[in-house]
Every structure is written in C-alpha cells, then in structure tokens.
C-alpha cells in the first residue's frame, strides 16, 4: 500500500442535509475496539466558516464520517456528535468534537416485544438490532442454534437484551461505524487481512501487553476490528495471523505522521464474512440482506464452538 499522498474527507450533518471537505487542518483521536460501548472519536477542525461552525453548535448537524487513506481514501469512523465547543488558537477558530459510534442509539433505545417459543438466538438478533435506530445490521454470528423452549420476554434498554444474548453465545456485539455486529470470540471476519511489516510502514517492533500484542504502523485505513493483520516483524517470535480487538488512529493533516496502534490476539479463529457476488464485488447494496458464510479457520488446532452466520440460519428455517 502506498502510504505518501495522505488525503482526507470529512462529512458533517445529519439524515437530509450536510457539507464536505478536504482541504482545512483537521486532527483527529479514533478509538475502535469489539467493545459494546460506544466507540469514540475527538475531531478538531481549523477555521471553518461561521455559518458551517454555528450548524455544528446548535445541534442542526448531528453526525460525521471520517475517510483518510492515500491517493484513495477509506471509511474510518463515523458517529454521533455528542459534544462540540469552538476554541481560539491565536487567530485561528478551532471547532472541537467528541463523538460516539451509535451513541445515540445505545442511550435511547428501548425493546418491547415477545418472540414466540422456538425463536433461535439469531432471530433473536435481527429482531434486537432492528430496535437500534439509525443503525444498519451489519455481520452478525451466533454460537447457538436451538430454539427457546419458552417465548422470548424482551422489555428495558436495548442494549442490555443485545449484551444478554451476546454472553450467551461468547460474543462480543457493538457498533461499528453505525451498524450493529455481533461476533463471538473465537471468530473473525474473514479476508486476509493487511501486511504489518517494516516495508508496509510498522513502526518500532510489537510490543506484548496485558490485553493483546500492540503493533504501530503509519495510518493504515484497512485495519478493522473484529478482522486479522498478518504481522512480519525482525523479531520472528511475533511474526502470524492475529485478530484486531482494537484499533487507534490518530492524525494531524498539517504535521507528524498518522499512526495506527493495533491490540490483537492469536489463537484459532472461524472466519465470517460477506459472501462476494457474481460480479465479483462485496455484497454492500443496503438494500439486500447481508449473506454471511462460515469459512475454514486460521491459526493452528480446531475452534469449538462452532460459529454460525445469523442470516444462514435465519434463512434455513424459511
């Protein structure tokens, strides 16, 4: 991957109205993990125009998208505005935001409903997403498949239906980028993954911690939570597949590098994933139901247990 060229693009607004740009000092703090909090983010945008920085402060624009990459750019956060103020840096007006992935949702949202004896967990799921508003139903996984002896009493936060289901199966669920995901631990999405290595941009050497081996490369869009990186290091003991559990970008458009900090895990892994269509494209259309296939594992030995997709099963009870 080419990593000279760095470029940007910032979507601010909300669901009908809005404005991009490319060109302003922007610096940004992205946190992504499997956890179900809310994933944050801390933007700050430089002399923006007094009409686009008073539609942020009065709350008439709610939501962004940040794409960075080189040449190309690529998806790496988008969220809620949950806190915005504007601060002076000399002569410059500085609009400073702090965001949450589907925070909105995982406040607000609420479930009311009951779900007949025999629904499986991944019925279960699709019925639990479907509450959180504002949010798309991304790659969701189960463990489970058997259906409930009694019917299904749902009623309370949202979020505490989608945490009790998702312990059940050994699951991780959370929002990313504004679609609800559920995978369990010992799965990951599949793709291979990118190259971290001296010559993709690694900086330093991998670094073991208490929650995962840390790896620091130059900002590397393609990461993704919940996927692998393949790590090729001078100190061979780390070299392997792993599955990312959390991601950092940072980045300041006007000065010093754009990194990336990686915590990910070895192990052996089932692989999930979008099933790719005829034209060779991933099957994205919002409009049709995401097909999610089960694939061989990575990393030595065998997983148990077994990970199934949600739509596969769903669709297998049709």
């Known amino acids: ?34 956890d179900k909090n809310p994933n944050p983010a801390k933007i700050r945008v430089w002399n923006l125009t007094k009409e686009h920085r008073g539609a942020v402060l ?51 949202a609420r479930v009311n409903m009951i779900l007949p004896a025999g629904t499986t967990d ?11 508003p504002d949010t798309a139903r991304g790659t969701m996984a189960v463990t489970r498949t058997a259906g409930s002896a009694r019917p299904r009493v749902y009623c309370g936060n949202s979020r505490n239906a989608l945490t009790n ?4 199966n050994n699951a991780d669920w959370s929002v990313q980028d504004g679609a609800v995901v559920m ?32 790896v620091k490369c130059l900002c590397n869009p393609a990461i993704t939570v919940g996927g692998v990186v393949r790590v090729v290091s ?14 950092q970008h940072t980045g300041d458009y006007l000065q010093g590098d754009w990194l990336s900090t990686v915590i990910c895990i070895g192990g052996t892994f ?28 990575i990393g030595p030995g065998r997983a148990y247990p077994r990970v199934y997709s949600v739509d596969q099963l769903v669709r297998g009870r049709r």
């Open 122 to 132: 991944a019925e279960a799921a699709i019925a639990l997403a479907g509450t959180m």
């Open 234 to 247: 001078i100190e061979p003991h780390y070299n392997g597949g792993y599955k990312v559990v959390a991601v």
């Open 183 to 214: 995978l369990p631990a010992n799965a990951a999405l599949a793709g291979e993954g990118p190259l971290i290595s001296q010559e993709t941009g690694m900086v330093g050497m991998p670094l073991q911690t208490d929650n995962g081996l840390e």
């Open 58 to 108: 009065s709350g008439q624009y709610q939501t962004l998208a940040l794409s960075v990459g080189y040449e190309a750019t690529r998806l790496i956060y988008a969220g809620d505005i949950i806190k915005r103020n504007v601060i002076r840096d000399g002569m410059d007006f500085v609009l400073d935001m702090e965001c949450g992935d589907g925070s909105h949702a995982f406040t607000n």
């Open 1 to 34: 991957m080419k990593q000279f060229g760095r470029r940007y693009q910032l979507v601010i607004g909300n669901r009908s109205d809005g404005f991009m740009f490319d060109n302003l000092r922007i610096a940004f703090d992205v946190t992504k993990s499997l």
């Open 270 to 297: 089932q692989k999930v994933h979008k099933k790719q269509r005829a034209d060779g494209d991933d099957d994205d259309d919002p409009d049709r139901e995401p097909v999610i296939e089960v694939r061989t594992n």
């Open 165 to 168: 289901l998702a312990r059940a």
